[in-house]
């Protein structure tokens, strides 16, 4: 049975993760997530991916029994290498990567939702970074992106106690975008989406390049950046499609919607 569930419709791809009961990120489950995904990243149709989960979890992260057995320092490295590579690969995508959490997401669930470009949650859904209980540090990106969202302060406790917050309380430290009610989630996702592919592909691509990128460089570099991307965009047929629809009070018509 497939460890995640892809369906594609209007220009939107669900991958929905599905190994009962918690979702757990063993082997083959990544081997299948990066399948799924070299197939959205080629699909010249695909514009926004959303990512959910089935049932209580969203994902709660490494698979105990594969933990288990590591037990060489080579081992664990090249286990946390290749879970930072896949995840490094969404936070690349040039498609806007939205996390729908629909319920626990913890450990490498955590990292996952991390990578992805906006985070919703659902309401009663518990986010948390645990492998210090174990004994361990989150390897697959956690220690690095984690600050980057939410400040040093904040994501010390979370990664030195190892303790896990709601959904409400992840959404007031910008953890998460939103909170909504459980069963509004897909639709609240989708509608985000369906905003998204509303706009011209050249400028979302620009976009996520801009805000990507500018988090590792100086604010200088950054500016410049964005000053390049913006120049490049002023040249591109959508935007003169999308200026000209705004000033005859009309939607824009893009070539590849």
Known sequence: MPHQLLTITRHVARITLHNPPANVLNLPVLKELELVLNEVEEDEYVRVVIVTGTGRFFCAGADMNELAHLNTAHGGSEFAVRGQSLLSRIERSGKPVLAAINGTCVGGGLELALACHIRVAAAGALLGLPEIKLGLIPGFGGTQRLPRVVGASHAAEMILTGESLAAEE???IGLVSRVVPPHELVAQAEAIAALMTARGKNAIEAALHAIRGGLDIPLSEGLAREAELFGRLCVTPEKQEAVQA?????????ADA
């Open 170 to 172: 992840a959404l007031r």
């Open 246 to 254: 705004f000033l005859e009070k009309r939607q824009p018509k893009f």
